[in-house]
Each structure stands twice: as C-alpha cells, then as structure tokens.
C-alpha cells in the first residue's frame, strides 16, 4: 500500500487518485466561483490555510503537473469575457463584489486542487485529504483481496462440480443404455398385448356364436333331439 510520503513523491502514484475529487469535500468546503466548477489563487490557499505564496510555489514547481489537471491561466480578451460570465452568473447584489483581476487570472478545478492536495507538505488539510485517500485506498485493496479470495473459493466449487461431472459420466451413460433397453421390452410387451387384443376379440366372437346356437337349440329342442339321432 502506497504511504503518504510515496504518495508526496510520486507522480504516478497521484495519477491514480486523481479521480477522488469527492474526498476534498469530505475534508473541507470548497468555496468554487459562480460556475461551480473554477476557484482562484486565494481560494485555493483559504481552503488549504496557507498563503497564496505557498500555492504558487507549488504550482510553478510542478506546472506541468497541475496544468494537465485543469490549471489555467487567463489573460487579454479571454480574461475579460471570463468575468463577463461570472457576473452575469452572480445572484443577488453582490455582483458588484466580484474580483476581477486586472491583467491576469489562475483558475483551479477540483482536480486541480486535488493535484495540489498531494503536492503540499506543510498544510495540515492537505495532510487530512491524503489520509483520506490512502485509507480510501486500502479499503479498496481490502475489498479487492476478499472478492479475489470469495472468486478462488468458487473456482475451487466448480473444479469439484467438474471433477463428479466427469465421475458421472460412465454412470450416466449406463443408465442411459438401461433406459433403452427397457424402452424395447416395453414395445415388445406392447405388441404381445396387441397380439393377446385380437385373439380375445375372436374368442368373444366365437362365444357370441355359440351363445347364439344354444339360445337357438333351446327354441327348438326337436332339432336337438334329431342332431343327437343322426350321430348314434
């Protein structure tokens, strides 16, 4: 895990926490211009409570840094319509008390305020924003660390659903040939009993007839008694 003085030291350390603009907040109110998005020199050094010779100390060290990170610079007819749009942003009647600045004007986005967080050594809000951000961060890797271990723990399930997948397979396979087995008794059992149908359907035909025969002898028992002459 990073510390806070790898952190002071290295750029690409703070490059990876440069999207934690919501820890500054945490820390402190940033007071932003009317746009909510730009803060000036003395914001900047009123939120960390130092002096504006402290920021631009910083920001001249490390120019390239900050200036990746939204550190701006107006001058000329960029500066004027700057203002121009922060006083039509301004509510109530404290438009008059904007400070426009008469030749020049830095501008600082919360990234950039976040940038100057991790370069400032001898502010103790800066020091509170950096602890937010390494705790931030090993709460993170703690998080990584137990789903890491909860995703090893399902690997391992699934390894021992394969394993008796592979155990079940020749079982499977027997019971399958089983199945077909039984599958062909039964239509042989099915065709018996077709077979056993039509015979008994004859059968009862053959007894309709005799039933016929008898009732028809028991009408006329002379044809009976003459049928029994001829055979003696």
Avoid at 29 to 55: C, K
Avoid at 155 to 166: D, F, T
């Amino acid at each position: 895990m990073p510390t806070e003085v790898a952190l002071l030291e290295s750029r690409a350390l703070r490059v990876e926490q440069m999207g934690r603009v919501d820890v500054l907040d945490k820390v402190k109110s940033l007071v932003m211009l009317p746009d909510g998005i730009h803060v000036r020199t003395e914001d900047v050094a009123r939120y960390f409570e130092v002096s504006t010779e402290v920021v631009k100390k910083v920001t001249q060290r490390h120019r390239g840094e900050v200036s990746e990170n939204g550190l701006k610079l107006l001058r000329g007819d960029e500066l004027q319509k700057f203002h121009r749009d922060m006083l039509s942003l301004w509510n109530g009647e404290g438009a008059e008390s904007y400070p426009q600045a008469a030749t020049q004007l830095t501008l600082y986005t919360r990234r950039t305020v976040l940038n100057v967080a991790m370069l400032l050594r001898d502010s103790d809000i800066a020091r509170c924003v950096r602890t937010y951000l390494l705790d931030a961060e090993q709460d993170l890797r703690a998080g990584y660390a137990s789903l890491e271990h909860r995703v090893t723990r399902v690997e391992s399930c699934l390894a021992g659903v394969g394993s008796a997948l592979q155990e079940l397979g020749p079982v499977l396979d027997r019971m399958s040939h089983r199945l077909d087995s039984l599958d062909r008794r039964l239509d042989a059992t099915h065709q018996v009993v077709g077979a056993m149908s039509v015979r008994l359907g004859h059968v009862a035909e053959d007894i309709v007839g005799i039933d016929g025969r008898m009732d028809e002898l028991a009408r006329n028992p002379k044809d009976l008694n003459r049928r029994r002459d001829k055979r003696s």
